[in-house]
């Protein structure tokens, strides 16, 4: 997006009057929260990527170690930029988003999802209101959302708007762990805003409520034992010592998020496109076991959730399904023994071996073992 730069008003007032357009406009469409920060991150965010991806801790997220370099500086996406302007809207949930979990037939999705996809929404705001602030001021500008290899959360701590949580993600104190965030990237500098002190003090409660114990240590992830990163970002089989910790989560966790404290002075959302679309809020899932691609598609029209395919889905859901308990829910996981995916077919197994008795699965597996050619639905069978 280009455009003759403009220089910044030299006084104090025409700097402070500038940020103050930009936040009333932000506001106008939808934003609820606006900081400023320079266009460079000092070297612990660096620091903190580079130990995360020694560690292997990134998992099967091949494009986090491709794009380190232009992860760790804002420059390296963007010589010429000068500011970022960072901004939040809240995705607050109306009532408890863990009181799913105690429905063992239902499956639990995570509230960013439940929804449109974000993605859409803000990434249209953003470019509104880099054409409103460019027709105004001038200066170049790019806009990105989480889509682009930005570090969003260490940007969004250095403009104030919140400081890194324990569980590695930003927090609020006026909407706790609730922000959706993107960013403006421009050469027009404006001055930044002071940080905020972390406010996390001793609590720990985000790292004990873990199901698969994920934080090595507080400020650390280990994105492989993550349930949202096994769940969405993960593309193949998921481990057997994480199947029963995910108890019926078939799309993220929104645990460690849940129980922050600061959560408490959180407001519910004002956008409608975030509210819960019918259905997904707490899906049965014998229904969702039975989606075929159509069907799954069709669904998940404008949802995230569209974006990780039926198989992955399907997946979790037969995961959740093992994990119910629900000796009638046997049915919905047999009838993917024939699925066209190894993936599914190895987790309808794997559910059938928590529901049936030793009997019941000992006459599946005599059945389909042996016209099984996919070693892991095989491995599936005879661990079982």
């Not at 105690?102 to 995570?110: E, K, P, T, V, W």
């Not at 054409?131 to 790019?142: A, E, I, M, P, Y």
């Not at 965030?181 to 409520?209: K, M, N, S, V, W």
Request: charged share 25%; hydrophobic share 45%.
């Amino acid at each position: 997006m280009g455009g003759m730069v403009q220089p910044l008003p030299s006084t104090a007032g025409g700097a402070a009057n500038l940020k103050s357009a930009i936040r009333g406009r932000a506001r106008e469409l939808g934003f609820d929260t606006v900081g400023f920060a320079p266009a460079a991150l000092d070297g612990r965010a660096g620091r903190g990527l580079d130990a995360f991806l020694a560690a292997g801790h990134h998992g099967d997220m091949g494009w986090m170690a491709a794009k380190a370099a232009r992860r760790r500086d804002p420059k390296a996406l963007w010589a010429e930029a000068r500011s970022v302007i960072v901004l939040g809207m809240n995705y607050g949930p109306d009532g408890d988003p863990l009181a799913v979990l105690g429905q063992a037939d239902r499956g639990a999705i995570s509230v960013y999802a439940r929804g449109r996809d974000y993605h859409d929404l803000i990434k249209g705001r953003l470019k509104q209101l880099a054409g409103w602030l460019q027709s105004r001021h001038g200066g170049d500008l790019k806009v990105f959302d989480d889509t682009a290899p930005v570090m969003e959360k260490p940007l969004a701590a250095a403009a104030g708007i919140g400081w890194l949580g324990k569980h590695t993600n930003l927090v609020s104190r006026e909407f706790g762990s609730w922000l959706f965030l993107g960013e403006i990237f421009t050469t027009i500098e404006i001055p930044p805003d002071e940080p905020l002190e972390d406010a996390c003090g001793g609590c720990r409660r985000c790292l004990d409520i873990c199901p698969t114990n994920a934080f090595p240590a507080p400020y650390r992830l280990d994105a492989r034992r993550c349930i949202s990163y096994l769940t969405i970002e993960h593309k193949g089989h998921i481990a057997p010592e994480f199947r029963g910790a995910m108890g019926n989560r078939i799309y993220g966790c929104d645990d460690c998020l849940a129980v922050c404290p600061w959560n408490k002075f959180a407001k519910n959302t004002a956008q409608t496109a975030f509210e819960p679309r019918a259905g997904l809020t707490a899906p049965r899932l014998g229904e969702l076991a039975g989606l075929d691609d159509t069907a799954f598609r069709k669904l998940f029209a404008g949802s995230p959730i569209k974006r990780l395919g039926r198989e992955r889905f399907i997946r979790n859901v037969l995961i959740a399904l093992g994990n119910s308990g629900d000796k009638k829910a046997g049915a919905a996981a047999e009838a993917l023994l024939a699925d066209a995916s190894p993936l599914v077919r190895a987790m309808a197994v794997w559910a059938l071996a928590r529901l049936l008795d030793a009997a019941a699965f000992a006459g599946l597996r005599a059945r389909h073992l042996q016209g099984e050619n996919d070693p892991a639905v095989r491995g599936e069978w005879t661990c079982a």
